[in-house]
């Protein structure tokens, strides 16, 4: 599979899971939050062990795999605020909206400059071979959870 589809599929199926949460009840918001941490855990390691380090390679896709780590940062520090609070806490709405608001812009800046510059400086056959590599990577790291 592409690895830019590969990303796109993964952040639509995230978008997919906040909605799901944003409209449940708070007795299913714990179970559907850790499922989607789980999916976003996968993705992120994911990245940083088969992306991030084939963009640093190319000097002209490294600083976007820069500011995509920082990105993690913000989303991880937001998961653990949010995973502290009882949910229902009046404030964990509150921070469920932040967390959700480090997802999307971290998934729209991907979508937006990174993908376009992946496509741009790629081959199909390049885009593959990552795709494959993370599928794996993918498959390998959700039998260990």
């Keep these: 599979m592409d690895a830019v589809k590969f990303l796109e599929e993964d952040h639509l199926a995230t978008q997919t899971a906040m909605e799901q949460i944003a409209l449940s009840q708070p007795t299913h918001r714990k179970e559907l939050f850790k499922a989607l941490r789980r999916g976003v855990e996968v993705h992120d390691t994911v990245e940083k062990n088969i992306l991030y380090p ?76 990552i795709g494959h590599k993370m599928t794996t990577e993918r498959e390998r790291l959700l039998k260990s959870y």
């Design 54 to 129: 084939w963009m640093l390679s190319n000097p002209k896709t490294a600083a976007l795999a820069h500011w995509n780590v920082q990105s993690h940062l913000l989303v991880d520090k937001a998961m653990d605020r949010l995973e502290a609070l009882p949910v229902e806490d009046k404030g964990w709405t509150v921070a469920f909206n932040e967390l959700r608001v480090h997802l999307l812009k971290h998934a729209q800046n991907e979508d937006v400059s990174v993908f376009k510059k992946i496509t741009e400086l790629s081959t199909g056959e390049e885009r593959n071979t």
